[in-house]
Nanobody, 121 residues
């Protein structure tokens, strides 16, 4: 069993910064990639940013230049530093990870429960 535990939720004003963390634990042989998605009310879940075990990153257009994803492989933890937050960034942010639980197993996607970020004007 794998668990993803997010932290860092908050209510901030526009222009502020916030850092989200997500730690993976449990039956983990290797982590292929980790990332963050978000879902605002009435919208579909969308990719924010992702990072592979080798450090390759991918960002949604809205995140480029404002958000930075980093990863601590030793701690199985991914971070999302969000700067210059805007009211339209308000959403539930979900951690996602593709994990191989044991040798010769396929990678599977796991999700955290989500952490709420609210940005006021």
């Amino acid at each position: 069993q794998v668990q993803l535990v997010e932290s860092g939720e908050g209510l901030v004003q526009a222009g502020a910064s916030l850092r989200l963390s997500c730690a993976a634990s449990g039956s983990i042989f290797s982590i292929i990639a980790m990332g963050w998605y978000r879902q605002a009310p009435g919208n579909e879940r969308e990719l924010v940013a992702s990072i592979t075990s080798g450090g390759n990153t991918n960002y949604a257009d809205f995140a480029k230049g404002r958000f930075t994803i980093t990863r601590d492989n030793a701690k199985n933890t991914v971070y999302l530093q969000m700067n210059s937050l805007r009211p339209e960034d308000t959403a539930v942010y979900y951690c996602n990870s593709r994990i191989i639980a044991a040798p010769n197993y396929y990678g599977m996607d796991y999700w955290g429960n989500g952490t709420l970020v609210v940005v006021s004007p």
